[in-house]
């Protein structure tokens, strides 16, 4: 038998990874790094769904591994990869492992899932033998040569491979039907040898891709391996084909066996135990008798399964008394870098964060909105304003105040098309640019001269009452200062033709609002303004700031310095951009619909005035 034959893994041993399994590549990678591999053992992800590139970490540097979408594209570009670590589910499993075993490149499968059909499972083990390659599973957490390479997440956590001391090679050759046997042998044997050369679980299934014996067959070639270690239990007879090749001598390393299932003659009869294979039918099957077949044939029995550790620690020392193995210096225990997320949940560090959010949380199992969850916010129809007062206020304001907030939006959705932010969209959209795109042309025209008056009305009017200007003080000190007040005046309503919007929001405030007392001043101040000029109303921008700040200080949600900061940031702008965006998004819809064509404002709406010859003359 050649080296090839009886290695199935060593440190340059590349697999392939099939199935978008996060948690076991990442578990890999670092058995990879405690091993001092020169280079990761996985050359690429073969995931259906997508292809592309997956970020992990080696130690504490992020790399990139290449997912494809098929066994070919993957094994065409990393020949080197000769192990396919597959886990597909048992309905794609035979698919996947008859596909990977036709690749010239792979030579072993390890088959992960549970419930593939024994038929199959028979298939895929003969095919395997026809072409000199090896299959592990199904049913199977798979194997691992220590030091030198993991399948999936054999041996579990990182912890228990320190523990067991899998991070370097033993001499001990193992193998199990079953996974979880698997980890816990790893341990026995390490606490009574020096530890494991390689392991492998072939699987709790009838039919297995390869068997007990077809290992140990491995281990018997290997030089580096010294003794075997089996565990084998109840069902089938599979462990005759082992006890046969003790007697026939093919088999010359001392055999440290047991069979699982001795329990099983207290129990009711034909008792399956958690394996497929697991049922003895026949005396033969018994775990008793295949123990003592295993005691006639050589092999070194304990008495339960209690002593197996005793029984290897014995064939260790007698290994170490002929000179057969030698104790070696205890490398020193590498250490896996703490992975961030699990430390910081489990308390171990902390980290200063980047920034802070104090309006939503989307981390439990439920979305919160400033604390509330969202289910409850629908449930009690809190409506776009009651969402508005969660996350801009962080308060659960009052039914009027929300329905106030939803008029505003309302109100401002849209006011035709030739106002500068829909034009903008417009304009925009004409060109071909996407909804997003001429949405934002359209928002950026927002400020002191559009829809930015909000605020600046609320500010002002703030200050004067405040301060206690008198209506006549206020709009002298505006003139003195020469600004003119914002929030009034109209370009196009006047008093003989008023602006119906504001007429609705005072109705509105008048009827719901506990008091009104800044509108009643800002209504002073419009007498003033309109005894002058006719259209130097109050205007819809302005109304919708101060009776902002009636609503705030009046509801009793709201506390001065609450007051204070919301006209300081410059909230009230935020619902004016909030509702035109619904006017600002369908006309832009609308040109779509239109088919409309790229727009060139008319020639005859420009007034051409270039500068004269002389104009332009530099004078020397």
């Known amino acids: 038998m050649s080296r090839k034959d009886y290695v199935l893994f060593d440190k340059k041993t590349k697999a392939f990874v099939y199935g978008y399994q996060t948690n076991a590549i990442q578990r890999m990678l670092d058995f990879d790094y405690i091993c001092n591999r020169e280079s990761p053992s996985i050359s690429a992800i073969i995931n259906p769904s997508r292809a592309g590139i997956h970020k992990a970490f080696w130690g504490t540097k992020e790399i990139i591994l290449p997912m494809y979408k098929t066994i070919a594209l993957a094994a065409a570009a990393y020949p080197e990869a000769d192990v396919m670590v597959n886990f597909a589910s048992h309905r794609s499993a035979f698919e996947t492992t008859m596909e990977a075993l036709q690749e010239g490149s792979i030579r072993t499968v390890a088959v992960i899932a549970e419930g593939v059909p024994e038929r199959q499972s028979r298939i895929m083990s003969a095919t395997a033998r026809k072409l000199g390659k090896t299959v592990i599973g199904p049913a199977t957490v798979g194997g691992m040569a220590a030091g030198a390479f993991r399948i999936g997440n054999t041996a579990g956590t990182i912890e228990n491979i320190i523990a067991s001391k899998l991070y370097r090679p033993g001499c001990v050759g193992f193998v199990s039907k079953s996974g979880g046997m698997l980890n816990e042998a790893f341990n026995i044997i390490s606490r009574n040898s020096d530890g494991i050369y390689e392991g492998v679980?072939?699987?709790?299934?009838?039919?297995?891709?390869?068997?007990?014996?077809?290992?140990?067959?491995?281990?018997?070639?290997?030089?580096?391996?010294?003794?075997?270690?089996?565990?084998?239990?109840?069902?089938?007879?599979?462990?005759?084909?082992?006890?046969?090749?003790?007697?026939?001598?093919?088999?010359?390393?001392?055999?440290?066996?047991?069979?699982?299932?001795?329990?099983?003659?207290?129990?009711?009869?034909?008792?399956?135990?958690?394996?497929?294979?697991?049922?003895?039918?026949?005396q033969k099957e018994t775990a008793q008798a295949k123990n003592d077949a295993f005691r006639e044939a050589g092999a070194y029995v304990p008495t339960s399964f209690d002593g197996y550790g005793d029984t290897v620690r014995l064939v260790y020392e007698m290994l170490l008394e002929k000179g057969l193995v030698k104790k070696f210096a205890e490398p020193q225990v590498p250490r896996i870098p703490a992975d961030y997320g699990k430390s910081l949940a489990s308390g171990d560090i902390r980290r200063p964060t980047t920034f802070i959010c104090t309006v939503s949380d989307d981390r439990g199992e439920e979305l919160l909105y400033a604390g509330k969850k969202l289910s409850s916010v629908l449930d009690q129809k809190m409506g776009i304003g009651g969402v508005i007062g969660l996350l801009w206020f962080k308060k659960e304001l009052p039914d009027y105040a929300s329905q106030f907030i939803e008029l505003v939006l309302q109100i401002v959705a849209d006011h035709g098309s030739a106002v500068s932010g829909a034009h903008n969209s417009i304009v925009a959209s004409c060109a071909g640019k996407d909804l997003i795109s001429s949405l934002c042309s359209g928002l950026l025209t927002i400020g002191p001269r559009f829809g930015g008056a909000i605020d600046d009305a609320a500010r002002e009017f703030k200050r004067a009452k405040e301060t206690g200007m008198t209506p006549e003080q206020f709009v002298g000190d505006m003139k003195k200062r020469g600004i003119n007040i914002p929030g009034i005046g109209h370009k196009i309503k006047s008093v003989k033709n008023p602006d119906k919007r504001v007429q609705l929001l005072i109705a509105y405030a008048r009827s719901n609002f506990p008091s009104t007392g800044l509108l009643n001043y800002a209504l002073q101040v419009e007498k003033l303004t309109t005894a002058k000029k006719g259209n130097l109303i109050l205007n819809v921008d302005g109304c919708i700031g101060i009776l902002f700040l009636d609503l705030m200080s009046s509801c009793g949600a709201f506390s001065k310095a609450e007051i204070d900061e919301v006209v300081r940031l410059g909230y009230l702008n935020g619902l004016f951009a909030l509702g035109r965006s619904i006017g600002l998004i369908g006309h832009i819809l609308d040109q779509k619909r239109l088919g409309a064509r790229l727009y060139r404002h008319p020639a005859e709406d420009i007034a051409y005035m270039m500068p004269s010859e002389e104009d332009i003359q530099c004078k020397r």
């Open 201 to 282: 679980a072939i699987g709790g299934d009838r039919y297995p891709g390869s068997n007990l014996l077809d290992h140990i067959l491995r281990y018997e070639a290997n030089p580096a391996i010294k003794m075997i270690a089996c565990l084998g239990e109840l069902g089938g007879e599979d462990e005759y084909k082992i006890i046969q090749a003790l007697k026939e001598g093919r088999i010359t390393k001392p055999l440290v066996a047991w069979v699982t299932g001795t329990c099983s003659p207290v129990l009711p009869a034909s008792v399956q135990f958690g394996h497929a294979g697991a049922k003895a039918d026949t």
